[in-house]
């Protein structure tokens, strides 16, 4: 059971609006940043939002974050086939001194 | 060019000991905490350990307190997992990561997880 709570599942079809969502508590969420992460199955994972809603270089702007209290979203516009992976959002927790993933959201692009 | 790479995965029995390495580059690692995360066998990714620049504190999840301990050589820019009482959940492909920090009000944060190396498999089973 993680600490964050994503769907284990979203699909949409090409060029599409898909969001996904991750539901924490007062003691993560409510207070710290969230950050996404896009992880490809045998590839290392890949920050793809940090401090809610900030894209690294090299993200497209398809890709949105947004945080509200003790949840936060991830917004994917105009989606793509190589979409296609496990997205994670993650936290620090306060009370337990650590951080915490959701436990993840399999995008299929139909 | 910024980059990790794991070693030292591998099959172990249940209750023994095992010792990863992330060897950095391309960066200072002395100013950047650095984390293993993992991810079990058709699961989802979990923190395991963090240890700031300085090597002077560290953090871990519950699930491997007592048993793993994180550490670093800022002289080697190397990062280790001693890794003891392996149990069979323990199995995982492992992540070193480096942390993005920024500052903000006076303090500073570790931040985003940016640099993710490929990852080791650890097996552990009889």
């Known amino acids: 059971q993680s600490v964050l709570t994503q769907p284990p599942s979203a699909s949409g079809t090409p060029g599409q609006r898909v969001t996904i969502s991750c539901s924490g508590s007062?003691?993560?969420?409510?207070?710290?940043?969230a950050y996404w992460y896009q992880h490809l199955p045998g590839t290392a994972p890949k920050v793809l939002i940090y401090?809610?809603?900030q894209r690294p270089s090299g993200v497209p702007d398809r890709f949105s974050g947004s945080k509200s209290g003790t949840s936060a979203s991830l917004a994917i516009s105009g989606l793509r086939s190589e979409d296609e992976a496990d997205y994670y959002c993650?936290?620090?927790?306060?009370?337990?001194?650590?951080?915490?993933f959701g436990g993840g959201t399999k995008l299929t692009v139909l | 060019e910024v980059q990790l790479l794991e070693s030292g995965g591998g099959l172990v029995q249940p209750g023994g000991s095992l010792r990863l390495s992330c060897a950095a580059s391309?960066?200072?690692?002395?100013?950047?905490?650095m984390s293993w995360v993992r991810q079990a066998p058709g699961k989802g990714l979990e923190w395991v350990s963090t240890?700031?620049?300085?090597?002077?504190?560290?953090y871990y999840a519950d699930s491997v307190k007592g048993r793993f301990t994180s550490s670093r050589d800022n002289s080697k820019n190397t990062l280790s997992l001693q890794m003891n009482s392996l149990r069979a959940e323990d199995t995982a492909i492992y992540y070193c990561?480096?942390?993005?920090?920024?500052?903000?009000?006076?303090?500073?944060?570790?931040?985003?997880?940016?640099?993710w190396g490929q990852g080791t498999m650890l097996i552990v089973s009889s």
């Open positions: 990561a480096k942390h993005d920090p920024y500052c903000s009000g006076g303090r500073c944060y570790m931040g985003a997880f940016d640099i």
């Open positions: 391309g960066f200072t690692f002395t100013t950047y905490a």
């Open positions: 240890i700031i620049g300085s090597g002077d504190r560290t």
């Open positions: 007062s003691s993560n969420l409510g207070v710290n940043y």
């Open positions: 401090r809610n809603n």
């Open positions: 993650a936290t620090w927790d306060d009370s337990l001194s650590g951080w915490v």
